[in-house]
């Protein structure tokens, strides 16, 4: 399998018969197509027999991406507006002299006291169970070490669909396997979800706020409908991605608690900068000791200095949040609203996306570079669901708008517009 000469798909011949042909005990041969199971190289189907499974992939959707000409607008890259990030010198100027004064050495606590004290006095403001915390590199680092900790390989993950193209190759990457669930405006469907899970799904990763790539926001109802499903599957591993905190204005409704195994990752990127590789994570007990243990074993802690340049941008204010929202808030409002009066669907309840449903995916992104706009290609953001475009808003000025919209509803022609649920 290695060296490629069996194909992903390929049967392997029965135990007892390989068994024979290499001359060996049954048991040994039973024993490496165990291994090789748990590492999610084959699969097995009862009296189908084994086969070769797919090689997980690691980028399988970061090649499909428009490559933007010079000359072209880029809406398509998801980043923050740079003019609404803080300065992070004097941050981590003072972090740094801190350090000075007490370095962080190995064995010391891998979580910044007051880092903590804050974090969990915001958790607690929003809802979210009282739980352990640790520091982790990032949202996906979160949910990584999170899915690492409880699931092996073969395990099925539901997952929103759209969704963030890295969640759904890191699925894969992992050895496991996806169940899309549909998602309107309010998030997953419940009925979806309940499919999954009675066909085995064992985790669910949900987005609370801007989901990437429709902007959709976990609604209250919503939160209570997918709650109760989650009851009558209490063993479900929960993971849920706040990783818009700080740039939207929408309530968080969490579903945390509705499991026995949860988890909440909070991560600064979107609001303080994606290169403050930082993310907050909480849960219940045991899932939070087995990430700490595992990260022990790995890099030992994200570090102190960057938690405490972190602290310091939370308490000198360095990010007006409100305000940040609002600013992208208008700018995904106007959009839509441009796009409305051109008689072309669009969504985005929250955060720096709009997603916009079309009938001929391929046709408008390539119209849309030639008529000098690059935009991102729904196929990296869908496993089932209809295709769309994902536009970012969050540098698009006033007064950019109105020429936006009249390219999209001139590369969708005169198609009526779909709904992507």
Do not use: C
Not at 55 to 64: E, K, L, Q, V
Not at 160 to 167: A, S, V
Not at 317 to 323: E, K, L, M, N, P
Not at 406 to 420: F, K, Q, T, V
């Amino acid at each position: 399998m290695g060296a490629g000469e069996l194909r992903p798909g390929q049967p392997l011949p029965p135990m007892r018969e390989l068994a024979e042909r290499l001359g060996v005990n049954p048991n040994t041969v039973a024993a490496a197509y165990r291994t090789l199971r748990e590492r999610g190289v084959i699969e097995t189907a009862g009296r189908r027999g084994s086969r070769v499974r797919p090689a997980p992939a690691t980028t399988g959707r970061d090649h499909i991406r428009v490559d933007v000409p010079a000359g072209v607008r880029d809406v398509a890259n998801g980043d923050p507006d740079p003019a609404l990030l803080p300065p992070l010198a004097g941050a981590f100027a003072g972090a740094a002299a801190e350090g000075d004064r007490a370095p962080v050495m190995y064995g010391d606590a891998p979580v910044e006291p007051e880092l903590a004290r804050i974090a969990r006095a915001g958790l607690d403001a929003d809802g979210v169970p009282d739980g352990p915390l640790a520091v982790v590199s990032g949202a996906l680092d979160g949910v990584e070490r999170v899915l690492a900790a409880h699931l092996k390989p073969g395990d099925t993950v539901a997952v929103e669909d759209p969704g963030w193209g890295r969640t759904l190759d890191l699925v894969p990457a992992l050895g496991l396997r996806t169940a899309p669930v549909g998602v309107d405006d309010e998030g997953p469907y419940a009925d979806d979800l309940r499919r999954a899970l009675e066909a085995g799904a064992r985790a669910l990763i949900v987005t609370d706020r801007a989901q990437n790539p429709t902007g959709a926001a976990v609604s209250a109802a919503r939160a209570r409908a997918l709650r109760s499903v989650l009851r009558e599957h209490p063993e479900t591993l929960l993971i849920e991605d706040d990783h818009a905190h700080g740039i939207v204005d929408v309530p968080l409704h969490s579903l945390a608690g509705a499991t026995r195994h949860w988890a909440f990752v909070r991560s600064a990127a979107k609001a303080y900068g994606p290169d403050l590789r930082l993310a907050l994570l909480t849960g219940d007990a045991v899932t939070v000791d087995r990430v700490r243990g595992r990260q022990r074993l790995g890099p030992g802690w994200v570090s102190r200095l960057m938690q405490r340049a972190l602290v310091r941008l939370w308490a000198d204010g360095a990010v007006d949040t409100a305000q940040v929202a609002a600013a992208y808030g208008r700018r995904r409002d106007a959009l839509i609203g441009a796009l409305e009066r051109r008689g072309v669907a669009a969504h985005g309840r929250s955060g720096m996306n709009v997603w916009v449903p079309v009938p001929d995916e391929t046709g408008a992104v390539a119209r849309l570079l030639h008529a000098g706009w690059a935009v991102a290609p729904g196929a990296r953001f869908r496993m089932s669901a209809p295709p769309g475009i994902r536009v970012t808003v969050s540098t698009l000025t006033e007064g950019e708008t109105e020429a936006l919209a009249d390219a999209i509803a001139s590369a969708l022609g005169p198609a009526p517009a779909r709904s992507y649920v």
